[in-house]
């Protein structure tokens, strides 16, 4: 007698044959394969959207909120030496935001009495609509809404130091000048040698190009300003 496969029974199709068995064995390593790859991919492509974001966004700051300046020249000194660092923000240049004191950095380009292309580092001293003089080794502001003068005091400078003026600062009458409403008067801590506004005259709010607010280097003498 000749077996029949029973149709009915419901171990009918319950074991495959070697080659199916390989053939099924080969269809999951396949999916699992393609599975694996397509993970890697998507991993790949989320650290590279995470790189991309990451440059974006550190480009966005430094043209547009932070950067970091060298100082060269003697001019701040002993605020800030030749070959020191210092992060500057400008986010000040957007909204005009500045406060006497202030190290800012300058554009002098063009300006009658500078002739380099770099920028300048000093110190705001007058603020818009003030007047400022220069007399006896001293600075005197007169606010807009004053008929007095008073004494300039500060504290940056080392004890003792004298604020008098240059010739050409002299024959422009930049030793007394009413600063107009986006002009600021800037000078560099070190009174002896810096050229600034006693020179150069008033930096209007557009030559302001940044707000020094740290000195990051040297290392060993990192401060605020």
């Not at 998507?42 to 959207?49: A, F, G, K, N």
């Not at 008098?164 to 800037?186: N, S, V, W």
């Not at 000078?187 to 940044?210: E, H, Q, T, W, Y």
Request: negative net charge.
């Amino acid at each position: 007698m000749i077996p029949v496969e029973d149709k009915d029974s419901p171990f009918a199709d319950d074991t495959l044959t070697a080659e199916q068995q390989s053939y099924s064995d080969e269809q999951r390593a396949a999916r699992e394969k393609a599975v694996s790859k397509h993970a890697i991919a998507e991993e790949v492509l989320d650290w590279l959207r995470t790189i991309c974001i990451g440059v974006i966004v550190g480009v966005l700051i430094v043209v547009f909120v932070l950067q970091k300046d060298n100082v060269y020249g003697p001019s701040m000194e002993p605020t800030l030496y030749s070959g020191d660092a210092v992060f500057t923000q400008k986010v000040s240049t957007y909204f005009n935001l500045y406060d006497r004191g202030d190290i800012v950095i300058l554009n002098g380009q063009g300006m009658e009495g500078y002739t380099k292309s770099e920028y300048l580092v000093k110190r705001i001293v007058g603020l818009p609509g003030e007047t400022i003089k220069i007399e006896d080794g001293n600075v005197y502001i007169k606010p807009a809404d004053s008929d007095e003068f008073f004494i300039l005091e500060e504290s940056y400078l080392p004890e003792g130091t004298k604020t008098t003026m240059m010739a050409f600062g002299l024959e422009k009458g930049y030793d007394e000048i009413t600063l107009g409403p986006d002009e600021y008067f800037c000078m560099g801590d070190n009174r002896a040698v810096s050229n600034d506004s006693r020179n150069l005259g008033p930096f209007s709010k557009d030559r302001i190009v940044a707000v020094a607010f740290i000195r990051i280097y040297p290392f060993t003498a990192i401060k605020f300003l």
